[in-house]
């Protein structure tokens, strides 16, 4: 009598969390090549776009653009990797952010802003690789270990973020030595960032995270349409509230730090700072935002996702106070863009973490999908909105604003803590 054929040894619990470890191994060095092609992509843009267009206004596009792009690949990227696992989905957004370089690269040849901006488009596939890289890092993870896990991937964006504004220069004085215009080898050299991040996903991203999760939990692989994929979400979200409220807190989050962050540099730059003061705060907001976010998902897995939650919303309660009341004094603009910072990573690491707990793994990659689309398209959302209050009032009331939504939320989710479980 032959013996029942044995289950592979990649289930067993060492072997997973061998493979959990170089997958976040990858996934954090994808998000470090990643992060530099999109910072050093970005450095220039609006720059780029004001020469081209010869107006301030349209040059404001050009960070739009990007967010756009982000936002319209959230849910073919959530059908690629339903389809055939994460490594297709973070494919799908590295080759449209190399595109898109390549797209640019030609638009300032040619001296076309239009151009320009359809390939900033695409460039924003480089931020939607970078954000559905952290829900990438949860598939393996062992329960109460995913916001620490997620959060470690958040953090590897910190040095790309930091290092490739930095690029900037050297990369367009490469470029032009290779026989491209001004300009545009920040853009050439950005798609040579998205094209490593292609090839590290692609090539070492293996086992599939996602098809691997499946296998263990009996999972079948889905194929769903356009339709179907925001469908299967919002679905999903009717019947899984805690996925729901923590989808709503990653929008309020991220809609605050965009609309007070997008508009610090105009409030400085009015008050009489310099570029270099400019770009120290800029700096230590992005600090706040990636540093200690390993900290924030140690918490969130240790005291729960809601108490994380809430502390984020009294973190940038506290940033919209200190930014709208600062006046000229720099140092207190300066500590409210560092909690600015601080309270995103709180909505982010503890929310992403939540919506994928709360969610049935065959429909996780639909339901963070759509988180991002939400996400993106409430960030330009804000953008926009900052800039009319800003203009048409104050940056005051700017701060006053969002002071009353992140308030909201944070009296909303402590009333919900008394009913359901962190």
């Known amino acids: 009598m032959t013996s029942a054929p044995t289950k592979p040894a990649v289930s067993s619990p060492d072997r997973i969390r061998s493979i959990q470890r170089r997958t976040l191994a990858v996934l954090s060095a994808a998000q470090i090549v990643g992060g530099v092609g999109v910072a050093v992509g970005l450095a220039l843009s609006s720059v780029v776009v004001d020469e081209l267009s010869g107006s301030t206004v349209i040059s ?28 297709s989905g973070l494919a799908l957004a590295y080759m449209a ?32 690789a970078s954000l559905a890289a952290r829900y990438s890092a949860t598939d393996l993870s062992p329960q109460g270990h995913a916001a620490r896990h997620l959060s470690l991937v958040v953090w590897a964006s910190t040095i790309g973020s930091v290092a490739g504004p930095n690029l900037a220069k050297p990369a367009d004085q490469i470029g032009m030595r290779l026989g491209l215009v001004e300009k545009a080898g920040p853009f050439a050299f950005a798609a040579l960032a ?14 599939d995270p996602l098809k691997l999760a499946r296998d263990l939990d009996g999972t079948q692989t889905d194929k769903p349409g356009r339709t179907r994929t925001i469908r299967t979400a919002w679905e999903t979200l009717r019947t899984t509230p805690m996925a729901r409220r923590a989808l709503i807190v990653i929008a309020v989050s991220h809609t605050a730090m965009v609309s007070v962050m997008s508009m610090t540099p105009v409030k400085l730059h009015h008050d009489g700072s310099n570029l270099d003061v400019i770009g120290l705060v800029i700096s230590l907001h992005i600090a706040g935002m990636y540093v200690l976010s390993p900290v924030v998902g140690w918490l969130a897995d ?14 940038l309660l506290g940033a919209a106070t200190l930014a709208g009341t600062a006046g000229p004094r720099v140092w207190q603009v300066t ?36 988180s991002d689309l939400l996400m993106n398209v409430c960030g330009a959302t804000g953008t926009i909105a900052a800039g009319a209050i800003v203009g048409l009032l104050s940056f005051g009331a700017l701060g006053l604003m969002v002071g009353i939504m992140v308030a909201a939320a944070g009296l909303w989710l402590t009333a919900v803590r008394r009913t359901a479980r962190p």
């Open 194 to 207: 998205f094209a490593l991040a292609l090839v590290i996903v692609f090539g070492l991203l293996r086992p």
């Open 97 to 128: 952010a190399l595109a898109g370089c390549a797209i640019s690269v030609a638009a300032i040849s040619l001296r076309s802003w239009p151009l320009l901006l359809a390939g900033l488009v695409l460039v924003g596939g480089g931020s939607a």
């Open 335 to 370: 500590t409210a863009l560092v909690l600015l910072g601080l309270g995103w990573s709180c909505g982010l690491v503890a929310g992403s973490a939540l919506v994928t707990e709360s969610v049935p793994l065959d429909r996780r990659p639909a339901v963070q999908g759509l």
């Open 302 to 315: 240790r005291a729960g996702k809601l108490p994380v939650l809430v502390l984020g919303m009294a973190l």
């Open 60 to 87: 404001g596009f050009a960070g739009t653009a990007t967010v756009l792009g982000a936002a319209l690949l959230a849910l073919p990227m959530a059908r690629a990797s339903s389809r055939g696992g994460r490594r």
